[in-house]
């Protein structure tokens, strides 16, 4: 029998340094709206759901999901305990295998998502991820058995670990086995393809401008590169 592979992307519209930003809309829709339709395409995935908060002012995010993709599980939980929505999310869903990628990433590359799904049931890891060094800030993925997340929740007690979701896993290596994705696709130019400041968005109209919302990876990556300019509209916020 072959496990269930479910989607998971946390939500909420109290961003710090970019308030309601999954909602702002481009090209005819919200951000939120291109991400999910982006991570409906990922063919390997058997449910989508979207793990927002119990705040009222998310009750926006709830309503946009259940009128556009009613095919999407809604799951709703603490702020700050991500890791305990997460938790709730797997419960909720039965999930065997949990795809984490954040909704503040609006150029999610589909095909390497299958991949990773892949690597991760023929290693049979706790974990599965991409390496920061490898792709540009923004396409990483996070493949994990369920269990390792349900055990981090029973077990994790600091706040960083509860906010971030994945840490206990990692920095317990005697407990379980991480696997980094061996990617060996084409080179990506210096770019920054997550949505955390207003720079980002501009960057985000632009390129969806240019090659549209639902553009493949590949497109952009070209694209990226034939216009460096493009590229460097939002570099100031590098990450190091």
Known sequence: MQPKVVFITQVRVGSTRLPGKVL??????????????????????????????ENARDDVIASLVREEFPEIRVVRGSENDVLSRYAKAIRDSEADVVVRIASDCPFLDWDLVGACIEYRNRTNADVVKTRREDLPVGLDVEVFRAEALLRADREASDPAHREHVGPYVYENPGLFDVAWFPYDGPEWPRCRLTLDYAEDLGFVRHVYGAVGPLAPAESIRLYLKEHPEAAAMNMQHEHP
């Open 24 to 53: 702002e809309r481009v090209e005819g829709k919200t951000l939120l709206s291109w991400f999910l339709q982006r991570a409906s395409r990922v063919s390997a995935v058997d449910e989508w759901v979207v793990a927002t908060t």
